[in-house]
């Protein structure tokens, strides 16, 4: 019998097939941490046929909506979304990469206007090419792959 | 609205169009024919950075149109940048005028004015970013100097790395079948990012074994300011200098550009051979930035 890592939650959202090691990085981009209300579960290295090993997290009480998980895509592009009523799947998808990202990726030029003391978020446009997801600094044009490095 | 920021804001038709727009203005430029279309509107030239050659011919192509000019200076911008950010300076100074000339140190900063001005923006210089009207003019000269914009040799010289010119000039290039020789020090070559651009139009050369083919010989100044590491720029600096010797083996019709200005990247011998034209395309700045600025605020 299939032993279950972390257990069922009533409702909330349920993000699988993340990459194993980048579960806290899932949280930092939902902007989840101690000092939000929500409960989370995590599991770390588990099992996976199609992945080897990867991880999972469950926020409970919370239906986060589905352009805030698309952002997981920057880091997770095969990750998987259920969202949970009741003990039961409500919804599943997978994330999709979005076009334009703001305030999540930091430019790691250190010339860029975005990195200076004005009033600006970060605005960066994203390509997946085959495997790899690129981002390109709206402000200076610098183009960052491995994203999951430049998380503000 | 119009603003000016990167040359990848203009499609080719519309560069056309602005080179074409500067061959009317020529002889406004030069005094010859009186053509007040901008009278009673105001250019501040917002300069955060030392700028001579671009901040002037801004200035004349404005009055030349019948406008005014506000200069803010290095100087008076950077104390006013003390105290208060660059978004709230561009908000207070767009009220006053009908169109902002930035220069920037930091990458990105005339996109970022633009997007806090409720007048048009031109980027004059954004850190090692971008130079739009810098490389209008280039290609300007080229046309005039060349009789085409395609079908060219064309070798960048120089500083390719830290080069705001040559990375704007590169955008433009790819719009035009030309073929690209990039002849640099290896510390200072083009950066991948702008290499991929070219998408296979450029190859890295050696000045020696190009110079007879070249058809543009695009000499940029190693700047001193780009560099942190004061060792690294006297390593590089001097590595290449054109002399007459190496301007005679070019061939006919050949032109030298520079956009000034020079340290001893060229010899001063030069000057006064056929091939040499920086001075003209320094010249050439004003009917460009005229139709730029007629472009924005009309």
Aim: net charge neutral; charged share 30%; with cysteine.
């Amino acid at each position: 019998m299939k032993e279950l890592v972390i257990s069922k939650i009533r409702e909330g959202t349920v993000i699988d097939h993340i990459p194993a090691g980048r579960a806290i990085l899932v949280l930092k981009i939902l902007g989840i941490n101690e000092k939000t209300k929500e409960t989370v579960s995590m599991a770390l290295n588990v099992t996976s046929k199609k992945m080897g090993k990867k991880d999972i997290v469950k926020v409970e009480g919370l239906f986060i909506k589905e352009e805030e998980l698309n952002k997981i895509a920057l880091i997770a592009p095969n990750a998987t979304i259920n969202l949970i009523k009741d003990y039961e799947i409500e919804k599943k998808f997978k994330v999709k990469l979005p076009e334009v990202v703001r305030g999540i990726l930091r430019c790691p030029n250190r010339m860029c206007i975005s990195n200076s003391r004005e009033p600006i978020s970060s605005i960066f446009y994203v390509r997946a090419e085959g495997d790899e997801v690129f981002a390109k600094c709206h402000y200076c044009g610098r183009k960052i792959k491995d994203l999951s490095q430049y998380l503000l | 609205m119009k603003h000016l920021i990167s040359i990848d804001d203009l499609s080719k038709d519309e560069i056309i169009g602005i080179l074409d727009k500067a061959e009317d203005f020529e002889d406004v430029a030069l005094g010859l024919r009186s053509c007040k279309i901008l009278e009673g509107k105001i250019l501040a030239n917002l300069f955060f950075e030392p700028s001579t050659r671009t901040r002037i011919s801004f200035e004349t192509a404005m009055k030349r149109l019948g406008g005014e000019v506000v200069n803010v200076s290095a100087q008076e911008a950077s104390s006013m940048a003390k105290g208060e950010t660059l978004a709230d300076t561009v908000r207070v100074i767009s009220n006053y005028c009908d169109a902002i000339v930035i220069r920037h140190f930091l990458e990105g900063a005339a996109r970022f004015a633009a997007e806090n001005s409720s007048v048009p923006v031109i980027n004059a210089g954004d850190g090692a970013g971008q130079h739009p009207t810098q490389t209008l003019l280039d290609l300007y000269t080229i046309r005039k100097e060349c009789r085409r914009l395609e079908g060219l040799t064309i070798a960048l010289v120089g500083d390719l790395k830290y080069s705001r010119t040559i990375h704007s000039l590169i955008k433009a290039l790819k719009l035009f079948k030309n073929k690209i020789y990039l002849v640099s020090p290896e510390i200072l070559a083009l950066p991948e990012e702008f290499l991929e651009e070219l998408d296979g139009n450029a190859e890295k050369a050696k000045l020696e074994d190009i110079i007879e083919s070249v058809d543009v010989l695009y000499v940029t100044r190693i700047q001193k300011e780009r560099f942190l590491d004061e060792e690294e720029y006297r390593r590089v600096a001097g590595s290449y200098r054109i002399t007459p010797e190496i301007v005679s083996r070019m061939k006919d019709g050949a032109i030298i550009l520079h956009p000034l200005p020079r340290v001893d990247e060229i010899d001063v011998r030069v000057d006064s051979m056929r091939q040499a034209r920086y001075f003209k395309q320094a010249f050439y700045g004003v009917p460009v930035r005229m139709a730029i600025l007629s472009e924005v605020m009309l």
